[in-house]
């Protein structure tokens, strides 16, 4: 039973004045919050120490993500290492067979040169 109605009942005797009182106290009533809703010192303390251990829990869930993200990171790392040396080996590879053929062409351009040299200066030799 709300204070109003209880006020209202003592004063019932007097009409006017039970049913100003009965107001007044009814709006103290609707401005106020009621006294089951507040939390007192040991419910804040129980928060507090399941926000505490939800915070660990989150932590340790996090360290453990952390730690696989890292993880895969490395293994990338390793395989993208690998990948690159093979590239690189490969490139070694080409450059060298290039190299090669490069010597093949210009010892061939060489010998035709210094062949066609010796020819005309053997035909000039006949000439004379």
């Known amino acids: ?3 109003a109605i209880k006020i209202y009942e003592a004063f019932k005797d007097d009409e006017v004045k039970a049913k100003v009182l009965s107001e007044a106290i009814e709006k103290l009533e609707e401005r106020y919050f009621h006294v089951e809703n507040v939390a007192t010192v ?3 303390e129980n928060e507090s120490l399941r ?6 829990e989150t932590e340790l869930i996090l360290t453990k993500e952390i730690e696989k993200v890292r993880q ?3 293994e990338t790392e390793l395989k993208l ?6 590239v690189r080996l490969d490139l070694t590879k080409e450059i060298m067979d290039s190299k090669q053929s490069i010597l093949r062409w210009l010892f061939g351009f060489w010998v035709t040169q210094a062949t066609f040299v010796i020819g005309v200066i053997w035909v ?3 000439i004379q």
Do not use: A
């Not at 926000?51 to 660990?56: D, Q």
């Not at 290492?81 to 093979?86: A, D, L, N, S």
């Open 124 to 126: 000039l030799l006949k």
């Open 1 to 3: 039973m709300s204070y």
């Open 51 to 56: 926000l505490k251990r939800e915070i660990k």
């Open 72 to 74: 895969e990171i490395r």
């Open 42 to 44: 040991r419910d804040l």
């Open 81 to 86: 290492t690998k990948e690159i040396e093979k």
